[in-house]
Structure formats: structure tokens, C-alpha cells
T-cell receptor
Framework: DAGITQSPRHKVTETGTPVTLRCHQT?????MYWYRQDPGHGLRLIHY???????DKGEVSDGYSVSRSKTEDFLLTLESATSSQTSVYFC??????????FGPGTRLTVL | DAKTTQPPSMDCAEGRAANLPCNHS???????VYWYRQIHSQGPQYIIH???NNETNEMASLIITEDRKSSTLILPHATLRDTAVYYC????????????FGKGTLLTVNP
């Protein structure tokens, strides 16, 4: 399995609080991605990174920001969490191909 | 990127071959067909990809029709652990390796 971990694995928070999810890789891959998965929508891309400090938006980026200060870490921040951001969040990595390796997921509940 | 169409669900008996179809009639010449799967509560997993020739690896075979408008993923001897949602994705160059997941096919392998 690709060396990719996500933390925390589960989180319950309240509306309006900031939340940061972390994705950590040991593969030294250039590309990293954040997806969310909701019933009826499948996986949707939030943000992605193509290098340190290089990021871009996906299809559902509103309400989310990301940062990548090191190759191995990609952070997803919800500045002010809302109930609509309750979801399962997956991080993925790739070496610059369409073969992506996914992490175990973070289940976030916003009350 | 070309749109894909997959049946929402299929059943297969354990030990038999599972044949999962995908239609991609608008595929263009430089676009590849990728298959991923997602076992319940886990992150998606890459299976196989191809351009126009049939491909085989340790997990599956991919058969692409000569006109490239459809393809079939074959799991030669399905096991209960192959029960998952299978996604067919068409991608070409310049996509920044961003995957777009549709609803996929839920394959249920029955004992």
C-alpha cells in the first residue's frame, strides 16, 4: 500500500469552528489531492497540489482552503465549518499520472 | 473529458468471471480508459487502464472495442472481497491528473 495517512480519522465539530485535516505521504509524490464523498454525489475534487506551494481549485472548492509547505504534507482547512461540509474526506497522491493512491479517509461531522 | 455510462448495479457468483461494461462513445483519440474500485468505507483503488489495446494485470483485464466507444473490465474469478463500486473514468492529457468519479457500478459477488 502507498504510504499515505490521514489525520484525524474521525472528527465531530460544531458549526462555525475552524477545522484542519492533514494528509501525509512518504512516497515523495509531486501531486496531492483532496476529495469529498457524499451519498448520491460520488467523489468530488476539492483542491489539488502539483508541488510545494502550488495549488489549484477543484469542482467544489468553496469554503475550503489548502496549503502545502512540504512535499509530504497537504492540509485542508475549513475556516468556518458548516453542516453541509459533513462528509468523508479522502486524500490522494500521484507521481504525475492518472494512477492515484488514496488514503483511508476522514469522517467529519459538523453539528 | 469524455462522459461514461455504467449500469448502476450487477451481481456475480463467487468464482465466476465478472464482466463490467462501460460506454464512452465520445472518447477522443488521446484519452485513456481508467478503472478504479471502492470497497465499502475505504478509499478508491486503481485497477487498470488502457488506450486501445487490451490490457491485463494481476487484478483484472480490460477489453476496449476497436472503435473505442466502449470497454469491459473483467475480474476472471470474482471473490467476495471484490464486492465494491467500480468506476470507469476517461482521461486525456492536460487534465492535470484530476479524476472525475461518476456513480459507478455496484458489483455484488454472491456466495
Amino acid at each position: 500500500d502507498a504510504g499515505i495517512t490521514q489525520s484525524p480519522r474521525h472528527k465531530v465539530t460544531e458549526t462555525g469552528t475552524p477545522v484542519t485535516l492533514r494528509c501525509h505521504q512518504t512516497e515523495n509524490h509531486r501531486y496531492m489531492y483532496w476529495y469529498r464523498q457524499d451519498p448520491g454525489h460520488g467523489l468530488r475534487l476539492i483542491h489539488y497540489s502539483y508541488g510545494v506551494k502550488d495549488t489549484d481549485k477543484g469542482e467544489v472548492s468553496d469554503g475550503y482552503s489548502v496549503s502545502r509547505s512540504k512535499t509530504e504534507d497537504f492540509l485542508l482547512t475549513l475556516e468556518s465549518a458548516t453542516s453541509s461540509q459533513t462528509s468523508v474526506y479522502f486524500c490522494a497522491i500521484s507521481a504525475g499520472t492518472n494512477e492515484q493512491f488514496f488514503g483511508p479517509g476522514t469522517r467529519l461531522t459538523v453539528l | 473529458d469524455a462522459k461514461t455510462t455504467q449500469p448502476p448495479s450487477m451481481d456475480c457468483a463467487e468464482g465466476r468471471a465478472a464482466n463490467l461494461p462501460c460506454n464512452h462513445s465520445t472518447i477522443s483519440g488521446n484519452e485513456y480508459v481508467y478503472w478504479y474500485r471502492q470497497i465499502h468505507s475505504q478509499g478508491p483503488q486503481y485497477i487498470i487502464h488502457g488506450l486501445k489495446n487490451n490490457e491485463t494485470n494481476e487484478m483484472a483485464s480490460l477489453i476496449i472495442t476497436e472503435d473505442r466507444k466502449s470497454s469491459t473490465l473483467i475480474l476472471p474469478h470474482a471473490t467476495l472481497r471484490d464486492t465494491a463500486v467500480y468506476y470507469c473514468i476517461v482521461l486525456g492529457g492536460g487534465s492535470n491528473y484530476k479524476l472525475t468519479f461518476g456513480k459507478g457500478t455496484l458489483l455484488t459477488v454472491n456466495p
